[in-house]
């Protein structure tokens, strides 16, 4: 019995109630037995009410800027539903009275919105196959001239029912045709705009509507998060536009895309135009998108399940099927080549050696006869192949540069390549189908070729010997320090080779800024590292070269503007200039003379333009002036002269441009003047030098047909995407990602993050074939995030980022620490998140409402840190000594900032208090 009753009343709220922060803990010093127990009863059914309002509240509280706000059961049932569009190809409804012009329908679950709206049914015969994309049924609207009002011009569409939502990320994509579309206002002959009207109407769980703006911190306001028909906005007019899927969006990166406003429970979505021409619909998709979730929580399910060896290989195989296994205890190994071998199978010769680390590798040439206690590994095309060459077939491969089978016929294993390079691609599959130390190959027939047949890395970016030597800020010592340094790093830059080829990367590239602003005068060390990379690839055949890029207008500054350039700084370099041409063709000459087998010619960021007008590019010599009409005139004479001379004396050199205006929000910029610039240059451009593109922008997470097509009618050909994704969503400076702008989405970076975009299908055919990523490739997080890359550009159709990556730690790290691994990912992000959320906050703040730092946070972000340094113990069983350098680095930077505004924040709070 409890000797006082205020005790017992305490204690039994707090048990029966104890995370109810809302019930106050009333202390009744003395009252009589029946007034307790009324007060009793009162109190325990107002805490009840009290209980499901704070259900209700924290649904309230829920937010797609703080993904981690909702329950992970509640996304992942949400994430599960996929599409959220009943009737989204529109094959449902009713056709009322029409001619044969079907104008008069009832659809379900959509209504109409004004006139000159036709249901597309193949039971018309005015309809053909090509009206309607993806079953048998489509929206067309049609828009003469003479249905618009200049003034309240309405425009006429479809409008969904409603559809529940909860304040996460979507992605929403649709199928549209275009066919001759002005904008409403063709008097200011202004661009499209919004004149393609696709839009989102936010609801509250009432059905109110909410408002359409959305808080943008990259433009420090609110912006229409309604409307989604930025694809088109920026067109002036568009004649034709096949049936293309594009994603319905408000702008581009550094924006988070698809983000439902707090409170949000219902859209409706809108498909009009306001415009004049005619627009089809079709084949609508909303749903859930996997950026509610955090590296962890996406990657985590995979542990869960066992996979033959087969599945887990990097890059993903095109084909894969019969898996069996072969058991090699006590088989001997033997390995059969040709007596004149290329360089590609004695390297696979050589990863067969290395990876078979249990088993001596007998060598064999040629027609040798093996007996039953024997697995052969056959590669290239020997007389053995050529024995069972009738059951082996190569159709699927032929005409496939870099392509390979894998078959078993008897106890002989074939790697057959369509070229050498192939045999060697062969091994890199078949030694990670082995299992060592269960002593078997998990085997499975393959049938492989690249979607890209150009794969990138970069190596490490340098400061060259001119840069250091003319650094004032270092003693003579610290020069020769940093000189020393840098050379000393050739030799890992050589490992790195091998790493690379293992993964079917086949390009490596230098940066061009690491030459520095006197690009034509390189020191010992550029000719150093392209001499011993070129012997690094040799190993290989021509499995890997190495690639040269320079700007030779980097010795401007950023987006100059010509009028203010000196004289001594402009007559610097002239593109009619001989000396000027030579001194681009000896850079070139280093590393072609060492088997270099890509050249890019840079004319990016540091080209002059004219007045304030960025995109407008002019001429900044007077040489050039007399020369030349424009830019783009004297750049197809520079190309040309170039080219001319690699043709004339190297072999099988690619030739690759990177324009100044290499991104869609660049010719958006512009004002014509792009458009203008790539009809004179590519108009007479040779037709086999590739054109740069990074996307809609600088880092573009997302990929649609109509950002893809329209570079591509700019260029006259298909585009050569350089992509600066894999950083896009970590970064933290003013033109970052997630910490800098949606601090609360920081919770889903990874520091290994694989190469993950949004792309249509078969997105390899609708561009260049060769595909360059701007990441360092120096490093062990680099190395991680580039087998992503690989297994992205070898076979985009089955490439699942999450999946890659779980790969590729497991394979490297084994399971229980590739899992260590994502926990410290998991936990630094979170501390990334805090931390970004105080920064931000003290950047927008203001003399009139200063920010002071809630407790609550401090107290989260230290334990955090003491979280983080735990995660990061458990980490010290790996081997790989240089990762958890990079990670102890990465995780002492964060502490140190985190404590710093701390420190700076007790600092002010103590000067408010003495004020």
Request: include cysteine; charged fraction near 25%; glycine fraction near 4%.
């Amino acid at each position: 019995m409890y000797d006082d009753i205020s005790v017992f009343f305490s204690e039994t709220l707090n048990f029966a109630i104890p995370n109810n922060n809302n019930c106050i803990k009333l202390i009744y010093l003395s009252m009589k037995t029946k007034t307790l127990f009324l007060i009793l009863i009162m109190f325990f059914v107002s805490c009840n009410i009290n209980q499901k309002t704070d259900n209700n509240s924290s649904e309230e509280q829920w937010s797609a800027f703080s993904p981690l706000s909702i329950p992970f059961e509640i996304r992942d049932k949400e994430y599960k539903k996929q599409n959220l569009i009943p009737n989204f190809s529109f094959e449902k409804g009713e056709i009322l009275e029409n001619d044969s012009i079907i104008t008069n329908f009832k659809l379900d679950n959509w209504q109409t919105i004004g006139e000159n709206i036709e249901w597309i049914n193949p039971k018309s015969k005015i309809y053909n196959a090509n009206d309607a994309n993806h079953e048998k049924h489509a929206i067309k609207i049609s828009r003469g001239r003479k249905n618009i009002s200049e003034i309240d011009n309405k425009a006429n569409g479809i409008l969904s029912d409603f559809v529940e939502v909860i304040p996460g990320n979507y992605l929403f994509f649709l199928d549209v045709r275009l066919e001759k579309i002005f904008p409403a206002n063709r008097r200011l002959n202004s661009k499209i705009g919004e004149d393609i009207d696709i839009h989102i109407e936010y609801y509250d769980k009432n059905k109110k509507r909410l408002s359409d703006g959305i808080y943008f911190e990259y433009y420090n306001k609110d912006i229409d998060n309604s409307f989604k028909g930025f694809a088109f906005s920026n067109l002036y007019y568009i004649e034709k536009f096949d049936w293309g899927r594009v994603r319905g969006r408000t702008l581009n990166y550094p924006f988070s895309e698809g983000d439902m406003p707090d409170g949000c429970r219902y859209i409706k979505i809108f498909l009009g135009l306001k415009g004049s021409g005619t627009m089809w619909v079709d084949n609508i998709n909303f749903r859930f998108s996997k950026w509610n979730f955090t590296s962890l929580e996406r990657v985590k399910p995979y542990f869960k399940k066992e996979f033959h060896k087969a599945e887990l290989i990097i890059p993903t195989p095109q084909i894969i099927s019969q898996k069996s296994e072969i058991n090699i205890q006590n088989k001997e190994i033997v390995a059969v080549i040709t007596k004149n071998s290329t360089q590609n199978e004695l390297a696979a010769l050589k990863l067969l050696k290395e990876r078979l680390n249990t088993k001596q590798i007998k060598i064999a040439y040629d027609d040798y006869k093996s007996n039953n206690n024997e697995i052969i590994i056959s590669i290239g095309k020997n007389n053995l192949y050529k024995k069972y060459a009738s059951e082996i077939n190569l159709s699927k491969i032929k005409g496939k540069k870099q392509g390979y089978i894998i078959t078993k016929k008897d106890n002989n294993i074939f790697l057959v390549g369509e070229n050498p390079v192939g045999n060697f691609y062969a091994a890199t599959t078949l030694v990670q189908m082995l299992d060592n130390q269960n002593n078997k190959i998990d085997f499975a027939e393959i049938i492989d070729y690249p979607d890209f047949e150009g794969r990138s890395t970069l190596m490490k970016n340098y400061t060259n010997e001119w840069t250091i030597n003319n650094d004032t800020s270092l003693t003579e010592e610290e020069k020769k320090l940093k000189i020393k340094k840098l050379f000393a790093g050739v030799e890992y830059e050589k490992q790195l080779i091998d790493y690379y080829a293992f993964y079917k990367i086949n390009k490596i590239y230098n940066s061009y800024s690491s030459l520095g602003d006197k690009w034509w005068s390189q020191g010992k060390y550029f000719e150093t590292i392209y001499t011993e990379l070129g012997k690094s690839c040799a190993e290989y055949g021509d499995a890997i070269n190495t690639c040269i890029m320079l700007n030779p207008y980097r010795h401007f500054g950023y987006e100059t503007e010509e009028g203010k350039l000196s004289d001594s700084l402009r007559n610097i370099f002239s593109h009619g200039s001989k000396e000027s041409l030579k001194r681009i063709k000896d850079i070139y000459k280093i590393a072609l003379d060492n088997n270099a087998k890509t050249v890019m010619l840079c004319a990016d960021d540091f080209v002059p333009h004219a007045g304030t007008t960025r995109g407008e590019y002019t001429l900044f010599t007077n040489q050039d002036k007399k020369q030349f009409y424009n830019v783009a005139h004297a750049q197809n004479y520079m190309i040309k002269d170039i080219k001319t001379w690699i043709d004339n004396n190297y072999k099988d050199v690619r030739f690759e441009l990177c324009p100044a205006p290499y991104l869609n929000q660049f010719i958006d910029y512009s004002m014509g003047s792009a458009e203008a610039f790539f009809r004179d240059l590519t108009s007479h451009l040779p037709k086999d030098v590739a054109i740069i593109w990074t996307g809609n922008t600088v880092r573009s997470l997302s990929y649609d047909h109509a950002d893809i097509r329209r570079y591509s009618s700019y260029i006259n050909r298909k585009p050569m995407v350089w992509d600066n994704t894999p950083y896009a969503r970590y970064l933290e400076g003013e033109y970052g990602g997630y910490p800098a702008h949606y601090p609360g989405k920081a919770v889903m970076c990874s520091l290994f993050e694989p190469f993950d975009i949004v792309y249509p299908d078969n997105f390899a055919e609708l561009l260049d074939n060769h595909y360059y990523s701007n990441l360092g490739g120096s490093g062990e997080l680099a190395k991680i995030q580039y087998a992503s890359f690989a297994d992205f550009t070898w076979n985009t159709n089955d490439y699942d980022p999450d999946f890659a990556l779980f790969k590729t730690l497991t394979s490297q790290y084994g399971e229980k620490d590739a899992l260590a691994l994502l926990e410290f990912n998991d936990t630094y992000y979170r501390l990334v998140s805090v931390w970004a959320k105080i920064r931000n906050a003290k950047e927008n703040q203001t003399k009139e409402k200063p920010y002071i730092i809630p407790e609550n946070a401090i107290s989260l972000g230290n334990k955090l840190i003491e979280e983080l340094k735990n995660k990061f113990d458990n980490l010290q069983k790996i081997k790989n000594t240089l990762l958890l350098e990079e990670l102890k680095t990465k995780m002492d930077s964060k502490i140190k900032q985190f404590k710093k505004i701390i420190k700076e924040n007790a600092k002010e709070k103590t000067g408010h208090r003495q004020t």
